[in-house]
Structure formats: structure tokens, C-alpha cells
């Protein structure tokens, strides 16, 4: 089964500072990963994906995504985090075997503060 | 491109009546749709597969005669909550891929907020 762990409810980053948003899945399969960000009462909007090839992803919005598949995760970055940053970020994964669905991990809040 | 619409963005109605929810690939055409419920502070759940053409498959614990599913052509797939009740309240989403591999990212409707009275 595919499961995907966001281990913090919430991170709070200063504005300008680096910020990290942690992701670490399960498949059985080889992985594909995704991130994807949600402003209030939107829907979700893709940042990133990684498939195949070079471990480092850089997505929309200037952020970015390591694949590190011997710890098993896919954490987000980005060097300098603006205010409108601030967001529910959610990572989610699907192995490569078929059209299994997308498993979404919980949720992560970030804000950024002035 | 890649424009998922879904409408209306917020519905409110009295327990007992039906809600009918439609999503919308604006320019490009899915064969397959996805809807999701998201409650408050959690994450998605995937409550069923639309086919186009086809029946829905439903995910375990849904109801499909609660929550029926219609995919009557390539860009629009409808979900009609019926006989509401106040714990059918909830934001539901869509989504679809605009290419037909499976590595290809879904995209999402803005969702529909329902609320039952």
C-alpha cells in the first residue's frame, strides 16, 4: 500500500529565510512524487513533480524538491520565502504499476511571516 | 491550459434535498476524473473514479447511491449528493490530467463548499 507522512501540521518561516517542508513515503513500487499548494477555499495547485532523472526537482513559484529514495523523501524547498508563500502545501504519491490512485499525505500549513 | 472549472463554489441547502456539483476540463478532454472530499484540517480523500462512458468505481466506504456519479462526455463529470444531510457537509474537489499518462499531474477545480442545514 502507498502512504505518504508529512511529520509537521504546521511551519513558520521568516520572510527571506529558507524554508523546508518535510515529505517521506511508502510504495512498492518505484515512486512518483508530487507536490501541490492550497490557498483557502481553492483547489489545489501543482508546484512539482519527480518521475525520473535528477533527483533535484525545481517546480513553479521558485521551489524546489529533493528525491533522496534511500530516506524515502521528497522534502520541499525554497531558498527565500515570501508572504504569499504562506499556503497548505501537500505532498503526494503514486507507485509506477498501473493507474493506482494519488495518495495525498495530510497537509502541511506554512506561514510566512513579515 | 490545463483548466479545470467545477461549479458552483459554495451551495447551501436543507438536509434531505439533492446538490449536483459539475466539473468542467475547460481545454483538453478527460476521459477520467477524480473527485475528492476534504474536511476541515485534513486531507483528501479520494471518493470515486469517473469514467467517461462508463460507470464510476467508488472507493471503499462510499456510497455510490449517495454520491452518484455521472461522466457523460469528455469534459464534464457530474457529482450529485442526494438526500443531503448535515455530515455530507464538506468542500469536494475534482481534478483530471490533461495528458493521458499516469506520471502526468492531475488538475484541480477550485471545489465546492457544501453546507447541509
Known amino acids: 500500500a502507498q502512504s505518504v507522512a508529512q511529520p509537521e501540521d504546521q511551519v513558520n518561516v521568516a520572510e527571506g529565510n529558507p524554508l523546508t517542508v518535510k515529505c517521506t513515503y511508502s510504495?512498492?513500487?518505484?515512486?512518483?512524487l508530487f507536490w501541490y499548494v492550497q490557498y483557502p477555499n481553492r483547489g489545489l495547485q501543482f508546484l512539482l513533480k519527480y518521475i525520473t532523472g535528477d533527483n533535484l526537482v525545481k517546480g513553479s513559484y521558485g521551489f524546489e524538491a529533493e528525491f533522496n529514495k534511500s530516506q524515502t523523501s521528497f522534502h520541499l524547498k525554497k531558498p527565500s520565502a515570501l508572504v504569499s508563500d504562506s499556503a497548505l502545501y501537500f505532498c503526494a504519491v503514486r507507485d509506477n504499476s498501473g493507474n493506482t490512485p494519488l495518495v495525498f499525505g495530510k497537509g502541511t500549513r506554512l506561514s510566512v511571516i513579515a | 491550459g490545463a483548466v479545470v472549472s467545477q461549479h458552483p463554489s459554495w451551495v447551501i441547502c436543507k438536509s434531505g434535498t439533492s446538490v449536483k456539483i459539475e466539473c468542467r476540463s475547460l481545454?483538453?478532454?478527460?476521459?477520467?476524473m477524480f473527485w475528492y472530499r476534504q474536511f476541515p484540517k485534513q486531507s483528501l480523500m479520494l471518493m470515486a473514479t469517473?469514467?467517461?462512458?462508463?460507470?464510476?468505481?467508488?472507493e471503499q466506504g462510499v456510497e455510490k447511491d449517495k454520491f452518484l456519479i455521472n461522466h457523460a462526455s469528455l469534459t464534464l463529470s457530474t457529482l450529485t449528493v442526494t438526500s443531503a444531510h448535515p455530515e455530507d457537509s464538506s468542500f469536494y474537489i475534482c481534478?483530471?490530467?490533461?495528458?493521458?499518462?499516469?506520471?502526468?499531474?492531475?488538475?484541480f477545480g477550485n471545489g465546492t463548499r457544501l453546507t447541509v442545514t
Open positions: 510504495v512498492s513500487g518505484n515512486p512518483y
Open positions: 481545454d483538453f478532454q478527460a476521459t477520467t
Open positions: 469517473s469514467n467517461e462512458g462508463s460507470k464510476a468505481t467508488y
Open positions: 481534478s483530471a490530467r490533461a495528458e493521458s499518462s499516469y506520471n502526468s499531474p492531475l488538475h
